[in-house]
């Protein structure tokens, strides 16, 4: 099926940056929109930042002007690049493709995938 792999990670001090990577591999034909989540203790996922296949972005106005998400849609791998990196950013990160249904070969694919996640660490 479909893969999300995920790197990047870390732990960094506050007002540092990270640079997160996913990339989507297997029966993989086309993506529609790529995102970025994330989950802290307690808390329920949220999105962070979210690319269409045509390169629209909106995010999360948390992380608006510090978090810019990006796609190399040749190599299915969207990036997350945070900088002025806080405490509160602390998660575990999330990436997430939503591919098209596509039928080949008498098969159908696509659907709504998960990475494994990717814990940041912001110490103050």
């Known amino acids: 099926q479909v893969q999300l792999v995920e790197s990047g990670g870390g732990l960094v001090q506050a007002g540092g940056s990270l640079r997160l990577s996913c990339a989507a591999s297997?029966?993989?034909?086309?993506?529609?929109?790529m995102g970025w989540y994330r989950q802290a203790p307690g808390k329920q996922r949220e999105l962070v930042a979210h690319i269409t296949s045509g390169g629209s972005t909106n995010y999360a106005d948390s992380v608006k002007g510090r978090f810019t998400i990006s796609r190399d849609n040749a190599k299915n791998t969207v990036y997350l690049q945070m900088n002025s990196l806080k405490p509160e950013d602390t998660a575990v990160y999330y990436c997430?493709?939503?591919?098209?249904?596509?039928?080949?070969?008498?098969?159908?694919?696509?659907?709504?995938?998960w990475g494994q996640g990717t814990q940041v660490t912001v110490s103050s």
């Open positions: 997430n493709a939503d591919l098209p249904r596509t039928y080949y070969s008498g098969k159908y694919y696509g659907g709504n995938y």
């Open positions: 297997g029966s993989v034909f086309s993506i529609n929109a």
